[in-house]
């Protein structure tokens, strides 16, 4: 983009202004529209400074918003401004404190700005609207919460204790998937030796014997081949595989609902998208009913959170339900989701007026279930490891050792 300055006859008097456009054809059609008046010329010019400065920033800012923020440096950085809000401290100078502070660099980006939008006039959730995808739906509705209450001191704090209760589920759940991940990693890297390094040494002996080969040897052979000959465009291969993988989630809503729902008929698998998932919603929901705000309000913020598309489809039913004035508990009924012993304490809650104590529990019991499912996750996974680890090791003892028995057996008849 250039920089082009048009000259505008305005009110009898000639004023200057400046802009960016592709070429000076566009930048002709642009000041056209763009300004009101008499369009006297349009002529390239040198940017400047002041405006090459805000340019930057705004390109860096573009870029910030396309980054993520790191979640322990969010928490971290709310649980501060919590306090410092409770000590009486502006929230355009703690926030920028806080970008001061910071190690993470978005963050401190992110808190700048809103910091100077704030000092402009603009309310704190307003400002936080323009960084929703980096910050999430939870955390502006919290803050609109603490605004529209006067305790955005509380708000914030509930706001750091929902955000830490997720990333402890993250952590557990990771921790719990370290230990198949290596083992795997591990079987991977071992059965590649051998197939490069190991097979390739009795392959010469075998074509010198000239001899018929069992299954299990030719597929070893095979291997051996594919791997020591195609190995680097296999490889080439995974990796564009991978990349144009995350691509088609990240940019095709179809393909990513067909992931989700592949996951969600997956052995193990789906019982942890489902209890994480479920987890999330109603510890969300939870704080929120409990924090004040109106049912369908909590539950456009709890759906929000959700990250499985075909499970945030059937959620965003009973938000609809509840708008056209369905009961809460009718609404989770009609999603399949919810057990029939939920459904009961949700329409207990209703009945009763203690709707917020009650979804309370209910996160709590997913969270046991959660927490259970990956408890025992090693246990689950550990006959399919050591299935695979079988099936490895019978290939190579088979492929290589039944030419040899052969072999041996063709000499003491010989004798």
């Known amino acids: 983009m250039n920089y082009y300055k048009a000259i505008v006859l305005t009110k009898g008097k000639k004023e200057e202004k400046g802009f960016y456009a592709p070429d000076k054809k566009q930048a002709y059609k642009m000041a056209k529209t763009k300004f009101t008046g008499i369009l006297i010329r349009v002529e390239e010019a040198a940017e400047p400074l002041e405006d090459k400065i805000k340019r930057i920033k705004n390109e860096f800012l573009q870029n ?23 000590a009486g ?10 970008a001061r502070s910071t190690q993470d660099e978005t963050l401190a980006a992110i808190f700048a700005k809103l910091s100077e939008d704030i000092n402009a006039g603009h309310s704190f959730q307003s400002a936080l609207q323009e960084f929703r995808p980096q910050l999430g739906n939870l955390t502006i509705a919290m803050v609109s919460l603490g605004e ?77 081949h594919l791997f020591n000959t195609y190995g680097l465009y296999l490889l080439a291969g995974l990796i564009v595989f991978f990349f144009l993988f995350r691509y088609m989630i990240e940019t095709n809503k179809d393909f990513r609902f067909k992931w989700h729902q592949f996951l969600l008929k997956t052995y193990l698998i789906k019982d942890i998208v489902m209890y994480s998932t479920l987890s999330r919603f109603t510890l969300v929901f939870s704080e929120l009913i409990h924090a004040g705000i109106p049912i369908a309000e909590a539950l456009d913020t709890a759906v929000g959170m959700v990250d499985n598309l075909p499970l945030k489809q059937k959620l965003l039913t009973v938000r609809i339900a509840v708008e056209k004035g ?15 012993m939920i459904i009961q304490m949700v329409k207990a809650g209703e009945d009763s007026g203690t709707l917020d104590s009650m979804i309370q529990k209910v996160s709590e019991y997913y969270k046991m279930k959660f ?45």
Do not use: C
Not at 68 to 77: E, N, T
Not at 326 to 340: A, C, H, P, R, S
Not at 387 to 409: C, S
């Open 148 to 224: 529209r209450t006067g305790n955005l001191d509380e708000a914030l704090y509930s706001l750091a204790n929902m955000l830490e209760e997720i990333r402890a589920n993250y952590i557990k759940f990771k921790k719990a998937m370290a230990y198949p991940r290596n083992v795997m990693i591990a079987m991977a890297i071992a059965f590649t030796i051998l197939i490069s390094y190991v097979v390739p040494q009795f392959k010469k002996i075998f074509e010198e014997l000239h001899a018929d080969l069992p299954m299990p040897t030719k597929i070893l052979l095979f291997l051996e």
């Open 371 to 415: 927490d259970a499912i990956i408890d025992g996750l090693n246990e689950a996974i550990e006959p399919i490891m050591l299935l695979m680890l079988a099936a490895m090791v019978l290939l190579l003892a088979l492929g290589i050792f039944l030419p040899m028995w052969d072999l041996g057996n063709a000499v003491h008849g010989r004798r």
């Open 326 to 340: 369905d009961t809460l508990f009718k609404g989770l009924e009609d999603t399949g989701l919810f057990e029939n």
């Open 64 to 86: 910030v918003k396309n980054k993520k923020v790191k979640q322990d440096s969010l928490i971290a950085a709310v649980r501060q401004l919590a306090v410092m809000t409770n």
């Open 89 to 98: 401290i502006a929230i355009n100078d703690s926030l920028s404190e806080i």
